[in-house]
C-alpha cells in the first residue's frame, strides 16, 4: 500500500522529531543564512509559503497591477497574487513542459500591462527560463522564482533554479521538497528593494502551531491503519475536528512569522536536499525504463536538471488508471493539478475563462501524478508501472 502523499515525507521517527521539535533564534538565523548563502539574497522567513510569493509580488508590483502566471497552477498562488492587490494575467503552457516559455509570454505582454512574472517550475520541471528572462528583461519586468516544487534544481542553461530571478519564494508547505508543514521563505536580490519587504513580527496563533506539529504524526497513523478501515475515520475526524485543514485553506497573514521550531526543521530538509534530489533522480529513470512506452512521462521530466517532486504523466484514461492503481494498493488520486486552477472544491473562486487556454484545460483534464517520496522502492515502481499498463497481477 502506498500513498501519493498523506505525510509521505515522514517516518515515525521524522514525525516524532517534528512533533517534539524545539527552536531558538539561532535557527531561524541558521536557516536564513544557509538559504542566503545558496540563493544570494536577503532572506525573509514566513508562517506560509503563500505569504511570502504574496509579499514578493507586493514589493514588485508597489501593490498593483497585473501578474503573469501559469494558467495551470494552484489556488494558492492566484491568492497570494490577489492578496497583494494585484490581478493574476494568465498564460496558457506547452502541454511537454506544463509551464510557458518566452514566446507564449510575449503574446500575452503584447496584449496587458503586466508588471511582473512567476515562474512556477511545475512539479520540479524547470520552466524555459532562457525564453521568459529575455522577454522580461526586455520590458524591466521583474520575475519572481517560485521553488514550491523545484528547489535545488538547474534550468536547461546550468543555472539553478531560484537564483536568475529578482525574487525567489521557497515553501516548507505540506508534500513539498522541504516540508515542514507549514513555511516559506522570500529572497529579495533587488538591493533597492530589500527595506520594502515587510517584516513578520508575531507568531503563528497556537493553534496553527498545533496543526502543524501534529500532522505527520496523524498522516502516519491514517497511512498505517488504512488497510483495517480505520485510517480514513481518523483522517475525518481530524478534519472536523479542526486538527487538520486541507491544502490551501488556513489564513494568510503577512505578520505571521517562521516559528524557530519549524526553521530549525526546514533547515534539517534543507541540509538532505541535494541527496533528496539525486534519489528522486534516479527513482524518476526506473519509471521511464518499467513504463517503456506504455505511458507517457513528460520529457522535461527527464532532463538532467530535473528531480519532480511528483512524476507527471499525461493520458486521455486518466481516470481509469488512476481507479487500477488503487485496486493494486496505489492511492495516487490526490493529482497536481486536476483543474486549471486547483483544487477543485476552489476553482468556482476564480474566473477563469477556459476557451482561452486549451493547453491548460488538456492537462488539467489528462495528466496524473505517480510519487518519488522517500517511501517508494524500485519494487514499488514496477508495480505501479504493471499497473498503469494494465500488466498487474494481483495486490502490491
Known amino acids: 500500500m502506498l500513498f501519493q502523499s498523506v505525510g509521505s515525507q515522514y517516518t515515525w521517527k521524522q514525525a516524532l522529531a517534528h512533533l517534539f521539535a524545539i527552536g531558538g533564534r539561532r535557527d531561524r538565523y541558521n536557516l536564513e543564512m544557509a538559504l542566503a548563502r545558496r540563493y544570494k539574497g536577503h532572506v525573509t522567513l ?91 528583461r526586455r520590458q524591466g519586468i521583474p520575475i519572481i522564482e517560485d521553488l514550491a516544487h523545484a528547489a535545488g534544481m538547474r534550468y536547461t542553461d546550468g543555472r539553478e533554479v531560484g537564483t536568475v530571478g529578482d525574487y525567489t519564494m521557497l515553501s516548507f508547505g505540506r508534500d513539498k521538497l522541504l ?74 497573514d503577512r505578520t505571521r512569522k517562521l516559528p524557530a521550531w519549524q526553521a530549525k526543521r526546514a533547515l534539517w530538509r534543507f541540509e538532505q536536499l541535494d541527496s533528496d534530489l539525486e534519489r528522486r533522480r534516479q527513482l524518476v529513470q526506473l519509471y521511464h525504463k518499467a513504463l517503456g512506452g506504455g505511458a507517457t512521462i513528460l520529457p522535461f521530466a527527464l532532463k538532467a536538471g530535473s528531480a519532480p517532486v511528483r512524476v507527471p504523466l499525461i493520458s486521455t484514461e486518466r481516470d481509469a488508471i488512476i481507479a487500477r492503481l488503487k485496486q493494486h494498493g496505489f492511492f495516487f488520486e490526490d493529482i497536481w493539478y486536476d483543474k486549471p486552477v486547483s483544487p477543485a472544491r476552489l476553482y468556482g473562486r476564480i474566473q477563469f475563462n477556459e476557451a482561452a487556454y486549451p493547453n491548460a484545460v488538456i492537462a488539467a483534464g489528462s495528466v496524473y501524478n505517480v510519487p518519488t517520496h522517500q517511501f517508494v522502492t524500485a519494487q514499488h515502481v514496477q508495480q505501479i508501472a504493471a499497473s498503469i499498463t494494465g500488466n498487474a497481477g494481483g495486490n502490491s
Open 46 to 136: 514566513f508562517a506560509r509559503g503563500r505569504t511570502a510569493l504574496a509579499e514578493a509580488v507586493w514589493v514588485a508590483t508597489g501593490g498593483s497591477g497585473k501578474v503573469a502566471v501559469n494558467a495551470f497552477t494552484c489556488y494558492s498562488v492566484i491568492e497570494a497574487v490577489e492578496k497583494a492587490g494585484c490581478t493574476p494575467v494568465y498564460v496558457d503552457i506547452a502541454l511537454n513542459t506544463l509551464h510557458y516559455g518566452g514566446e507564449q509570454l510575449q503574446q500575452v505582454m503584447q496584449q496587458e500591462d503586466v508588471k511582473a512574472v512567476i515562474v512556477q517550475n511545475t512539479l520540479g520541471m524547470p520552466a524555459d527560463i532562457t525564453g521568459i528572462e529575455s522577454v522580461a
Open 179 to 252: 516540508d515542514t508543514i507549514n513555511g516559506g521563505a522570500l529572497i529579495t536580490r533587488v538591493p533597492g528593494k530589500i527595506a520594502s519587504v515587510r517584516q513578520p513580527h508575531s507568531a503563528p496563533r497556537f493553534i496553527d502551531q498545533l496543526r502543524d506539529r501534529i500532522y505527520p504524526i496523524m498522516a502516519v497513523a491514517v497511512r498505517g491503519t488504512h488497510g483495517i478501515g480505520l485510517g480514513k475515520y481518523i483522517l475525518a475526524a481530524a478534519y472536523k475536528l479542526k486538527l487538520a485543514i486541507r491544502s490551501a485553506d488556513g489564513p494568510l
